[in-house]
Structures are given as C-alpha cells and as structure tokens.
C-alpha cells in the first residue's frame, strides 16, 4: 500500500482516491508484464516447436507418413494442447489488462474533473502540483490532463 510523504495534507476521501489510482495503476501493470510473458512464451513455445517437426518430418515422404509420425507420439498432442493452453491464457490476461488500463483511466479522468472539489482551499490548490509530480515520478501516474 502507498504511502502518501507528510508533506501532502490530503482529506480521507482524496487520500482514498489517490491510492485507489495507485492500486489500479500496480494491478494494470501486473497484468500487462503477464500478458507479455504469456505471449512471448506462446511464441516461442510455437516457433520451437515447429523447428522440431519440420526438422524430423523432412525425413519422412509422404503427407500420410507425415501425420501418421506427429500423431504417433502422444507428447506431440499434449505440447499442441499446452501451446494452445498459453496463448489462450495470454487472450484471458490481455482482455483483464485492458479493463484494468479502462478503469485506471476512468479514476485518473475523475481526480482531474474533480480536482477543484479535492483540493478545496487555496493552499492546497496551490500545493498540489508537488503531489502530482510526486505521483508522477514514483508511480507515473499523469494528473495533469486527461488524454495521457
């Protein structure tokens, strides 16, 4: 959990919207690092795969000869099961990642709309250009515009 410097005066109900962001901006980010080491295994998973049968069907003539020795091994159908198996893992992760990028954008969006209510006396108006270069450069969280 975040942890706001003393210096920051905040309300509770800024100080929840502002680690709300946070916490939408880590899941965010952790899905997308998922989604990529799923995509990448996937693809690699695949193209060794595929070097490995065109490497020991070259040997063999036929097409019929060809199927007959992929479905001839067993381990074949469970490696193409397990490959299918990631990169369908890798769709599920993509799809949680982009709602979690569409509500960490939708919450960004409301802070700035609702800025003038959050930071309601002048000193904290003025103030609050630290805190958002704060939370840009330990969270790269944007509170400046909306269409970042």
Not at 60 to 75: H, I, K, Y
Request: aromatic share 16%.
């Amino acid at each position: 959990m975040a942890h706001f410097p003393s210096e920051f005066s905040l309300d509770e109900v800024t100080k929840e919207m502002l680690l709300a962001v946070i916490e939408k901006k880590k899941k965010w980010e952790r899905l997308e690092k998922r989604t990529t080491i799923l995509q990448v295994a996937s693809f690699v998973g695949l193209a060794a795969f595929l070097l490995y049968v065109i490497a020991n069907v070259s040997a063999v003539a036929t097409w019929s000869e060809r199927l007959a020795w992929f479905f001839a091994a067993p381990v074949h159908i469970f490696i193409l099961l397990l490959l299918c198996t990631v990169y369908w893992s890798a769709v599920y992760y993509k799809g949680k990642s982009e709602k979690a990028e569409d509500d960490f954008h939708a919450l960004r969006c409301e802070i700035i709309q609702k800025s003038i209510d959050l930071w309601k006396d002048e000193e904290q108006w003025n103030g609050r250009h630290r805190l958002f270069e704060w939370l840009k450069r330990e969270y790269d969280i944007n509170l400046y515009y909306e269409h970042s």
